[in-house]
């Protein structure tokens, strides 16, 4: 059963992978009940015959029996192996669970495995052992190339990261400069370490650890962007911040904050993966909202169309001209 829908997976997605040139994708999200799990294929940016293949469990109901989850997942696994022809050193299995905090990044192993991939013409370091996510969240491929076609000649904003593949694409788009931001020191470092893979080293590219809400809080004196990329976390409670976020319960004044650091027909781009996430689109009367989730779908991911939520958002005219 699972064999076969791999197979037709591998199939559907065949002519579109050719045609779009995609290395990294979902093959499969839990199509079928039985096999709660998400498998992605990451190609290495030199040898399209190397693969990885990342596995993430979804947590099963107390009421599962655990005895019968765990022989599913090595029937699984198995399966994996055979379709897709690899040799188990190349398969990483994590356990996805509701994630809490800082937690949604959580570090797995103190050693550092990374590889190279490539997506949309620009590489980016990976690591598929020692943190629970990769590096690279494949449902924002479109999101990412869209900013790079917005970033020319345009000063750009990364707000909340991570590894900075968003940096990346504004840069390969022609961004004048780029500021980014994350908490992480770890995460900044591998920004760098993207950023450098694709030849942007230096100014115009800065980059700052802090807070994002703290570093929102006292940016508008300051600076003004072209161009911002928003994608905070559903929740987070670091020691580093002053206060616990959710993103429900705080979007607005989050928005707020960072739409004052738009110049007059700058363009923010919001983004949330909290699945019932709903925009209070009333109390921002002096923005312009265009949601945009389904258009930044990838093809890949068709079956799990609340992966992401995403808009478009500009200053209202009266707010563009009234003020710079």
């Known amino acids: 059963m699972l064999a076969n829908r791999l197979r037709k997976n591998l199939k559907h997605l065949s002519?579109?992978?050719?045609?779009?040139?995609?290395?990294?994708y979902r093959l499969y999200d839990a199509d079928i009940p039985e096999y709660?799990?998400?498998?992605?294929?990451?190609?290495?940016a030199d040898n399209e015959a190397l693969r990885w293949v990342h596995v993430q469990e979804y947590e099963a109901p107390k009421k599962i029996d655990e005895a019968k989850t765990k022989e599913r997942l090595k029937i699984a696994l198995a399966v994996i192996l055979e379709v897709l022809d690899i040799p188990e050193k190349q398969l990483f299995l994590k356990v996805r669970r509701q994630q809490k905090g800082h937690a949604q990044y959580e570090k797995l192993a103190n050693s550092r495995d990374f590889v190279e991939v490539m997506e949309g013409g620009n590489r980016f370091w990976v690591n598929f052992r020692n943190y629970l996510d990769t590096g690279l969240f494949l449902d924002h491929r479109i999101t990412r190339g869209l900013l790079g076609k917005l970033a020319a000649g345009k000063s750009f904003l990364n707000l909340f990261a991570y590894t900075g593949s968003a940096t990346v694409y504004a840069a390969r788009g022609g961004a004048t400069s780029s500021l980014t931001v994350d908490m992480s020191h770890t995460y900044l470092d591998w920004t760098r370490r993207n950023m450098a893979l694709n030849g942007f080293e230096g100014a115009p590219h800065e980059y700052v650890q802090a807070d994002c809400i703290e570093w929102l809080s006292r940016a508008e004196k300051k600076y003004r962007f072209d161009l911002i990329f928003?994608?905070?976390?559903?929740?987070?409670s670091s020691k580093?911040?002053?206060?616990?976020?959710?993103?429900?319960?705080?979007?607005?004044?989050l928005l707020k904050n960072t739409g004052r650091l738009l110049t007059p027909h700058g363009v923010l781009l919001f983004s949330n993966n909290r699945r019932?996430?709903?925009?209070?689109?009333?109390?921002?009367?002096?923005?312009?909202?265009?949601?945009?989730?389904?258009?930044?779908?990838?093809?890949?991911?068709?079956?799990n169309p609340k992966i992401h939520h995403c808009w478009k958002i500009q200053r209202q005219a009266a707010q563009r001209y009234g003020s710079a």
């Open 36 to 44: 709660a799990l998400a498998i992605d294929i990451y190609e290495s």
């Open 15 to 24: 002519r579109w992978r050719k045609r779009e040139q995609i290395h990294c």
């Open 240 to 253: 580093r911040m002053r206060s616990t976020f959710d993103v429900q319960r705080d979007h607005v004044s």
């Open 230 to 236: 928003l994608d905070p976390p559903s929740f987070s």
């Open 276 to 303: 019932q996430f709903k925009l209070n689109q009333a109390d921002l009367p002096e923005l312009q909202i265009e949601n945009i989730s389904r258009a930044t779908l990838p093809k890949d991911f068709e079956r």
